[in-house]
C-alpha cells in the first residue's frame, strides 16, 4: 500500500512526487522559516508500536533484524503517514544500526535496549570502529529509494543517534541512568574519549550521507542522553563532535534538526552546533527556549508525550499552549517534546495532527 492510500485501504489519486513538491512542502518549508499554510506536525517514534499495524508486521522480527529489511522498513514508515496524515515521514530505524553495521557485537533486548558485548574502555578497544561505507547499509539505500517513491509529497527524515548518545552505549556496554564509565572517561582519559567521540562523528556523518544521497530531504541526529551532562562538559567534550557531523552534511542543503532530552541548560550550545532547527523537550516553552538559542533558527516540539493519555479537551488545551508559546518563532514544527509511548491511543495522534492544522491554517 502506497502513502495515498487511506488507512482503511480506500486508494486516493495517487500523486507524482517531484522534488520541487516535496520542497515546497509545510514540513520543510518551516525548517527553512519560510512561511506555510499551516504548521507542519510530525511524531519522533510515530512508526512504532503504538500502532496496530506496526506490531502485526513486525511480530516475531527481532528489531535489528527488521531495519535490514527495505520493504518491511518502508510498510513501517509509510503506516503513520496514512494513519495520521503527518506532514513528514521519520526512516524506521535505530540508532545503533550504523555501529551493527561495522561489526560492533550489540543486539537491541527486549525491555532493556542496546547491549553491547564488548564495551569499549581502551584505547584498543578502538580498533572496533571502523569506517562505515555506503555498501555496508545498502538496505537503507535501497529502503529510501523505495519511499521516496511512496511518499510522493511527503518529506522524509533520515536520522542518526549523535556521537555523544553512541558513545554513552559503547562505554557503558548498554543502557545507563549514570553514565559512570562513559563520564569517568571524559573526565580521566580525555584524549581517548575525544578520540572516540571523532570517530563517532566520521560514522554518523557517513551514516546520514548516505540516507540524503538516497532521497532524505532532511536529518534529525538525537542526543538523547547529553541532558547527563553540565554546560561546561557539553561544550568542551561533547559539541565538537556534534558540530563535525553537522558540517559535514552542511553541503547537501538539506535541514538538519537537533534533538536531545532534558537539554534546557544545554539548548544555546546545541543551537552553536550548527543545526537549522533545535528540538526542545516538554520541559521548557518554546518562547524561552528561543530565547536561550537567539535567532536564525527553526524549533521542533513540544507536547508532553503523556498528555495524550488524557481527555481530548485537556490534550487541545495544552495544544493550545505550545502553539501560543511557538507563536513569535521564526519557525515551528510541531512535535512532541520525546516519542510516542508504546501505549499511545492512535486516534488520539490522528486527532492531535487535524487539530494542529486547523488551528494553525493561513
Sequence with gaps: MSANESPAGQAQTPTTATPDAVRESAFLKACRREPVPHTPVWFMRQAGRSLPEYRKVREGIPMLESCTRPELVTEIT?????????????????????????????????????????????????????????????????????????????????????????????????????????????????????DLLDRLAEITAAFLKVQIEAGASAVQLFDSWAGALAPVDYRRSVLPASTKVFEAVAGYGVPRIHFGVGTGELLGLMGEAGADVVGVDWRVPLDEAARRVGPGKAFQGNLDPTVLFASKEAVEAKTREVLDSAAGLEGHVFNLGHGVMPTTDPDALTRLVEYVHAQTAR
Design 78 to 194: 509509510l503506516q503513520p503517514v496514512r494513519r495520521h496524515g503527518v506532514d513528514a515521514a521519520i526512516y524506521y530505524s535505530d540508532i545503533v544500526v550504523p555501529l551493527k553495521a561495522i561489526g560492533i557485537d550489540l543486539d537491541i533486548k527486549p525491555g532493556v535496549g542496546p547491549v553491547v558485548e564488548h564495551p569499549i574502555r581502551t584505547r584498543a578497544d578502538l580498533a572496533q570502529l571502523r569506517d562505515l561505507t555506503p555498501e555496508d547499509v545498502s538496505y537503507v539505500s535501497e529502503a529510501i529509494g523505495l519511499l521516496t517513491r511512496e511518499l510522493g509529497s511527503t518529506p522524509l527524515i533520515g536520522f542518526a543517534g549523535a556521537p555523544f548518545t553512541l558513545a554513552s552505549y559503547l562505554v557503558e556496554g548498554g543502557p545507563s541512568r549514570t553514565y559512570e564509565n562513559a563520564k569517568a572517561m571524559m573526565y580521566g582519559d580525555p584524549e581517548l574519549w575525544a
